[in-house]
């Protein structure tokens, strides 16, 4: 078996890699990279319609299958290969999961039974273990301390972009071909864009773009790397406000397809060209502003990586009880556009302080923890517990149940503020403290 360490064959620093325009390259390429993993991943939320008609589920199975046994498995196996991105080859690890997680995908298409779509589901979630935790490590060595919440901000556009066209492809596809071919017509181009970014994509020095790479550094051991990253309050606040916010968010994109298509009896066309473009626009325009205003914002006052989360959440909720509680479908999405923007404020100050705090062998870890602890509470339980809640009130309500499920989960929005607020405590002084190694 090789070394570990000579998987990493990292460059000097002092190489071509620190251009300006190859690091553009390679961030634009880790967005296409993203683009595809939410692509695959939330292509399933305009299809759940169709499959869940055609196989005969449930709710509360189609909030299993898009939501908790993809988390477990996408958050746990997360950790060990974010062990393996600190000392390994990040683009090889990045090129091999997008391998698996596209065939997966292509695999949905063949389902006969909800234990087949649940394996390939499962299958999807390991391969995108594979996906984030090295492209943050890798983004956090190309681009200094100062411009990461913008360049993750950036890279979170995949998010977007992606939930944006695994709306618009599933639904049109569906549409005309079937929700069989959808997953074959998503999943087969990122088993090609893999071999791209295994050739095009170098693995950098680790630390190029800190005060003082660390190439020779050792990685510590599992448990004191968790014990050092939770041991920042800042992290874990910052770790809990992101979780609850996605609970929110992962919810609210399962589930608001088959809210229009039900409630409001849109065609599944339709509503995938009104949510894909509206709102995914406008959860774009989000995804970049949080970035770029917060590292603005932070050069007066490095609590605003916080604040502006907290502001964000806070101010979205009533807009989500609005629109949900309007009767004209049109108006609802409308209204939906102002949330949109909000609710995605928070991430790229999230994920760049979170890189910012982590010691340059420990940021893949970093991410790791975060998206575990951001995934199993916000993926895991968003859609399966709004599509529990959903058959419960359908009981006595009908298809009402659905509106006053996604109603009751946009109140955790409240609680995720408060984590945001309190993060902004401690957020001074624990960056001071990773700043000097303390």
Not at 15 to 31: I, W
Request: positive net charge; hydrophobic residues 55%.
């Amino acid at each position: 078996m090789s070394n570990p360490s000579s998987l990493a064959a990292p460059l000097d620093a002092a190489s071509p890699l620190k251009s300006p325009r190859y690091r553009a390259y390679v961030l634009g390429m880790l967005v296409v990279v993203y683009v595809f993993n939410f692509l695959d991943r939330q292509i399933v939320t305009i299809l759940a319609e169709p499959i869940k008609n055609d196989l005969g589920l449930n709710d509360t199975q189609i909030g299993l299958m898009t939501g908790l046994a993809f988390a477990i498995f996408y958050t746990v196996l997360g950790i060990p290969i974010a062990r393996l991105a600190d000392r390994a080859n990040r683009v090889s690890i990045i090129s091999i999961a997008l391998v698996v997680w596209s065939g997966m995908t292509a695999l949905c298409g063949f389902a006969q039974n909800f234990v087949q779509i649940l394996a390939a589901r499962i299958g999807v979630g390991v391969g995108e273990a594979g996906c984030s935790p090295p492209a943050h490590s890798l983004i956090a060595d190309y681009f200094p301390p100062e411009k990461r919440a913008s360049a993750l901000s950036i890279y979170a556009l995949g998010i977007p972009i992606g939930s944006i066209l695994g709306l618009l492809a599933g639904g049109w596809i569906a549409e005309l071909y079937g929700w069989r071919m959808a997953f074959f017509i998503v999943g087969v181009p990122g088993i090609l864009l893999a071999v791209v970014v295994k050739l095009t994509l170098r693995e950098p020095l680790r630390g190029m773009s800190d005060s003082s790479p660390a190439a020779a550094a050792e990685q510590p051991p599992l448990g004191e790397a968790l014990r050092t990253l939770l041991r920042s309050k800042t992290m874990v606040h910052l770790a809990m406000g992101g979780a609850l916010t996605s609970f929110v968010g992962y919810g609210l994109g399962q589930w608001l397809p088959a809210f229009f298509m039900r409630v409001h009896e849109m065609g599944i066309a339709e509503t995938a060209t009104y949510l894909g473009l509206v709102l995914g626009v406008a959860s774009a325009v989000g995804t970049f502003l949080g970035g770029a205003i917060a590292d603005r914002l932070a050069l007066r006052d490095r609590r605003w990586y916080s604040w502006l989360p907290a502001t964000g959440v806070l101010i979205a909720f009533p807009f989500f009880v609005a629109a949900m509680l309007s009767g004209n479908p049109y108006l609802a999405i409308a209204i939906l556009v102002t949330p949109s923007v909000l609710n995605s404020l928070w991430l790229g100050p999230a994920f760049g302080t979170i890189q910012n705090l982590a010691p340059m062998r420990m940021r893949a870890i970093a991410s790791a923890v975060m998206l575990f602890i951001l995934n199993i509470i916000g993926l895991g339980l968003g859609p399966f517990l709004v599509g529990f809640l959903s058959d419960l009130l359908s009981a006595s309500m009908g298809t009402d149940g659905l509106r006053y499920a996604i109603l009751i989960s946009t109140g955790v929005y409240f609680w995720a503020g408060a984590h945001f607020l309190l993060a902004g405590r401690n957020i001074r002084r624990d960056l001071d403290a990773a700043n000097t190694g303390d």
